[in-house]
């Protein structure tokens, strides 16, 4: 074998144990129980008391989204993304003009092909008038596509030239036919537009501000009901539809309840709903301004008790690279809507759900397993057995990470996160077998990733 990762504790799809790892050929070979004599191999590295987790797929990245100088950020952050043990990335739709085409998402898959140092897979994007490209798009490859229920605007209208406009419910409506004829994915960004044009019109003629007003702007309400008409008309169309971005534990159990009457519908969530909370908000201002917002803390401590529960599939960053600028506004109704994540979303979240004891298990699950499967990537990626690439996290459970914003590989040098200190910490990232993250630094490359089409 090429390598052998020796007495981990390796983070399977139902449990953890002791095991040594094999890979040969940048796949994973073999597992050998811990007990038993550590195989030969060209390289071994003695992983006594670390844990080895599947690496992280994150399946909401905008790295083309905050700017059009998108060739150095994909690069650097795609880099960044290797640091922080994320292995496989997929890519939003939003650029100048937005992957909304089979044209431009071919030409966004050269793009990414090219520069990525970690393997991607990408969306394609909606707009109501483009019904006739989610078919071509599937078939070229598109994990899902993206649409949104709301827009920051009044006339529903793309906020630039590189995002998408907010359907309304015929469009949506058609736009799920389409993609239940087709096999195809939904991924829906689920607020109610008038629910926030409403708030946000009363707040701002009240001379409100701040972060507390941004989150009166988008109560949990405009969420819920959202979630709800969604899963209403994905189910009457027999879709597939996957919520993006949960911020409420409200939301997570009109999605369980769903499944339970036998509606194909997955969730995910950002360690933005599930770390931070209003007074962070309040207090940080622009830097944390998202949407949906950041909740209030006992909404938070709700959602968490859906994860710990299993309702929650995925964790994602929502990757928003914006140039500073946009975020360091006056007032916080001016500043752009979106985090930086790429660098801080793996260690937060393993870091807050060791502290909470959380099963290493499920901390695969939502890293790596649950994405594979929602988005066809399973197989291949998304778990540590035999046959899988060999994306691995190794990772020190009682090492400790600090978030520093200014030492970030990706051009935005800014986080809500800068500062925090989170348990664990990534010792080495390997990408289908080959090391691109060391104590030694990165080993990453532009152009090392591959396009992963859906299983």
């Not at 534990?249 to 036998?262: C, E, K, L």
């Not at 870091?351 to 790596?368: E, N, Q, S, V, W």
Request: aromatic share 4%; glycine share 12%; proline share 5%.
């Amino acid at each position: 074998m090429d390598l052998v990762i020796a007495g981990a504790t390796v983070v399977l799809e139902d449990r953890a144990a002791r095991l040594h790892v094999g890979v040969s050929d940048g796949r994973i070979a073999a597992l050998v129980d811990g007990a038993a004599a550590v195989p030969s191999a060209t390289r071994v590295i003695d992983a006594e008391g670390l844990m080895l987790l599947p690496g992280a797929i994150d399946a909401h990245t905008h790295f083309t989204a905050g700017h059009d100088d998108i060739l150095p950020e994909i690069e650097a952050g795609t880099a960044g993304a290797a640091k922080a043990g994320v292995t496989t990335v997929i890519e939003m739709p939003h650029m100048n003009p937005p992957a909304t085409t089979l044209e431009r998402f071919l030409a966004k898959r050269e793009t990414m092909a090219a520069h990525a140092c970690v393997d991607f897979a990408l969306w394609g994007g909606l707009t109501g008038a483009n019904l006739d490209q989610i078919a071509p798009m599937h078939e070229a490859g598109a994990v899902a596509m993206k649409a949104f229920s709301c827009s920051g605007r009044a006339d529903r209208a793309a906020g630039d030239a590189r995002g998408l406009p907010g359907l309304d419910d015929d469009a949506l409506s058609e736009a799920l036919r389409e993609i239940a004829a087709v096999g195809s994915l939904l991924g829906l960004h689920a607020e109610n537009h008038d629910i926030i044009q409403g708030s946000m019109a009363r707040l701002r003629a009240a001379g409100a501000d701040g972060g507390r007003a941004h989150g009166a702007a988008q109560p949990e309400i405009a969420e819920t009901e959202a979630v709800a008409r969604a899963i209403h008309l994905a189910g009457h169309h027999g879709a597939r539809l996957h919520i993006v971005h949960l911020s409420t534990g409200n939301g997570a159990r009109i999605i369980d309840a769903a499944r339970s009457a036998g509606r194909i519908v997955t969730v995910e969530t950002c360690p933005q709903y599930l770390v931070l909370d209003e007074d962070d908000l309040e207090r940080i201002g622009g830097i944390a301004r998202c949407g949906p917002p950041i909740r209030p803390r006992a909404t938070v401590e709700d959602l968490w008790a859906e994860v710990a529960t299993g309702t929650i599939d995925a964790l994602t960053s929502d990757h928003c690279p914006y140039p500073i600028a946009l975020k360091e506004t006056a007032s916080i109704w001016e500043a752009a809507m979106g985090l930086t994540g790429i660098e801080t979303t793996t260690p937060i979240f393993i870091g807050a759900a060791l502290d909470r004891g959380l099963d290493p298990a499920l901390i695969g699950r939502m890293i790596a397993t649950g994405p594979a499967r929602i988005f066809g990537l399973y197989g291949r990626k998304g778990a540590i057995a035999p046959g899988f690439d060999a994306d691995l996290i190794l990772l020190d459970p009682k090492g400790e990470t600090v978030i520093d914003a200014a030492a970030f590989e990706g051009q935005a040098k800014w986080s809500p996160f800068d500062g925090t200190r989170c348990t664990g910490r990534i010792r080495a990232t390997f990408l289908r077998g080959t090391e691109v993250f060391s104590h030694a630094g990165l080993a990453a490359w532009p152009g090392a990733g591959q396009f992963l089409p859906r299983a």
